[in-house]
C-alpha cells in the first residue's frame, strides 16, 4: 500500500521546537518532491515549506521562513520539517504531500493541487 504517515506532533510552548516526519511505504520517496502543509481550525490549508527530488532545493512559505527546516533522509525514506521559535499561530494540522507521479523536476510547489497522494496528519498545538 502506498502512503505517506506523518508523526512528531503534540503540544508545544511558544518559542519550543519539535520535529516532524514523513514517512514513506510502498514507494521510494526520493523520486519524488514532498511538500508540507498545514491547516489550522477554520482557515484553508496552506502551503508550509516543500523539497525538491534532486539537489534537495527548498522552498519556505514567508511566515515560517528562518524558522522552519525541511529535510530529507533517502535512506530511511522520510522527509522531516523542523520546526523552531514556535507561535501559538503555528497551531495546525500538519500534513506531507507528493505526487502520484514521479517528479520530473526538482521545483517543488506550495500549492496544493500539484500534489495528489496526502497522509492523514499530525497535530502542532503551540500553547502556553
Known amino acids: 500500500q502506498l502512503q505517506l504517515v506523518e508523526s512528531g506532533g503534540g503540544l508545544m510552548q511558544p518559542g519550543g521546537s519539535v520535529r516532524l516526519s514523513c514517512a514513506a511505504s510502498?514507494?521510494?520517496?526520493?523520486?519524488?518532491?514532498v511538500g508540507w502543509f498545514r491547516q489550522a481550525p477554520g482557515k484553508e490549508r496552506e502551503g508550509v515549506s516543500c523539497?525538491?527530488?534532486?539537489?534537495?532545493?527548498?522552498y519556505y512559505a514567508d511566515s515560517v521562513k528562518g524558522r522552519f527546516t525541511i529535510s530529507r533522509d533517502n535512506a530511511k525514506n522520510t522527509v522531516y520539517l523542523e520546526m523552531n521559535s514556535l507561535k501559538p499561530e503555528d497551531t495546525a494540522v500538519y500534513f506531507c504531500?507528493?505526487?502520484?507521479?514521479?517528479?520530473?523536476?526538482?521545483?517543488?510547489?506550495?500549492?496544493?493541487?500539484?500534489?495528489?497522494?496526502w497522509g492523514r496528519g499530525t497535530q502542532v498545538t503551540v500553547s502556553s
Open positions: 510502498g514507494f521510494t520517496l526520493q523520486y519524488y518532491n
Open positions: 523539497i525538491g527530488r534532486s539537489f534537495a532545493l527548498t
Open positions: 504531500t507528493t505526487s502520484t507521479r514521479i517528479s520530473l523536476s526538482n521545483i517543488c510547489s506550495l500549492t496544493d493541487s500539484a500534489y495528489e497522494r
